[in-house]
Structure formats: C-alpha cells, structure tokens
C-alpha cells in the first residue's frame, strides 16, 4: 500500500518535471533570503535555472498523452525517427523540414512532417516518445509553441491544422 492515492499519483506522474522545477525555484527564491551577496547570487542562479526548465517542462505537458499507439519516437542528433509497429516509419532530420501539421485520423491526432524533398512522415501524438518532439520543434525558426499547444489541446474543430511552414518554403 502506498502513501499517495492512486488517484493523487495518476495526476502527478506527467506533472512531475513541472511540480521538481517549481520547487527548485520556490527553494532559490528561499535561499536567497538568507541574508548576504553570496546566498543572495546563489539562490538568484538557482532561481534563474529552475523557471527556465519551468517553462520547458510547461511547453512539454502539452505533448503528454498516454501511450495508445504503436511505435517509439526518437529525437538524435537533430534528426526526428519513427519505428512503427504495424505502419511505416521513417526518419526526417530537423534541418529539412517544411512543414508540421497536425491531422486527426480515425480519431486520434497525427503529426504530419514533411521534408524538402516532399516525403511526409506521420507520427502518432500517442506513440511512445512524442513528447520529445517538443524539444525538437522548439528549436525551429518561427515556430510557436503556443499554437502548437491550442491545437493539441482542440479535440473538436478542423481535422486538418497546419501549425508550423518554414520561412524559407514560401
């Protein structure tokens, strides 16, 4: 038996990253009271660190689902790869992107990458390790993560959403 509820634990789990940021920065903040220049700088670095991850680990609890879909997600070295169970999987490196769209097939959103040379990769937004496309898209030019996190959190609306086209596509 444990000591947090189930229920508790369940709400907390995709939260975690978030919820270990936050305290860092309640502590920074903390310490920085202290009294002197030395705890003062030093809790003012913790601080600093601690709501830089807290607003990485934010951008990132957009992209949390649980897994309901096949295959595993990878993000090396700049380069996006899909090993699908039942469907095709693929790789696309960052740098050749063109576009980033979100389709809902059978219910269930898809991210739709495409490449300069026009293949498309479909991802599941339920696969295992989607949640790393956060960082990946993050590093894009011009991308916004606001819109990115709207359309994940629609579930009514247009089946098909264009949420990110390179610069330089036009």
Same mark, same amino acid.
């Given at each position: 038996?444990?000591?947090?509820?189930? &229920?508790?634990?369940a !709400?907390? %789990?995709? $939260?975690?990253?978030?919820?270990a +940021?936050i =305290?860092? %920065?309640v502590?920074?903040g903390?310490l920085?009271t !202290?009294?002197?220049?030395?705890?003062? =700088?030093?809790?003012?670095l913790?601080?600093?660190?601690?709501?830089v991850l807290?607003?990485?680990? !934010?951008r $990132?609890? +957009?992209?949390?689902?649980?897994i309901?879909?096949?295959?595993?997600v990878?993000?090396? &070295? /700049? &380069?996006?790869?899909?090993? @699908?169970?039942? @469907?095709?999987?693929?790789t696309?490196?960052?740098?050749?992107l063109?576009?980033?769209?979100?389709?809902?097939?059978?219910?269930?959103?898809? !991210?739709?990458l495409?490449? $300069? *040379?026009g293949?498309a990769?479909l991802? #599941?937004? &339920?696969?295992? =390790?989607?949640?790393?496309l956060? *960082?990946?898209?993050a590093?894009?030019?011009g991308l916004?993560?606001?819109?990115?996190?709207? +359309?994940l959190?629609r579930?009514?609306g #247009?089946s098909? $959403?264009i949420?990110?086209?390179?610069?330089?596509a /036009?």
């Amino acid at each position: 038996m444990g000591l947090i509820r189930p &229920e508790l634990a369940a !709400w907390i %789990a995709p $939260r975690r990253e978030l919820l270990a +940021a936050i =305290g860092g %920065a309640v502590f920074g903040g903390w310490l920085a009271t !202290w009294g002197g220049w030395f705890y003062l =700088g030093l809790g003012a670095l913790i601080f600093a660190v601690c709501a830089v991850l807290t607003v990485g680990a !934010w951008r $990132r609890l +957009a992209f949390h689902r649980d897994i309901a879909a096949p295959g595993v997600v990878e993000l090396v &070295e /700049g &380069e996006i790869r899909y090993y @699908a169970a039942r @469907a095709l999987g693929g790789t696309v490196a960052l740098r050749h992107l063109t576009e980033i769209r979100l389709i809902r097939l059978n219910g269930h959103d898809h !991210w739709r990458l495409k490449s $300069r *040379d026009g293949q498309a990769l479909l991802i #599941p937004v &339920e696969a295992k =390790g989607a949640e790393t496309l956060a *960082d990946a898209f993050a590093v894009l030019p011009g991308l916004d993560m606001g819109r990115i996190s709207a +359309a994940l959190s629609r579930q009514d609306g #247009p089946s098909l $959403r264009i949420v990110w086209t390179a610069p330089d596509a /036009g």
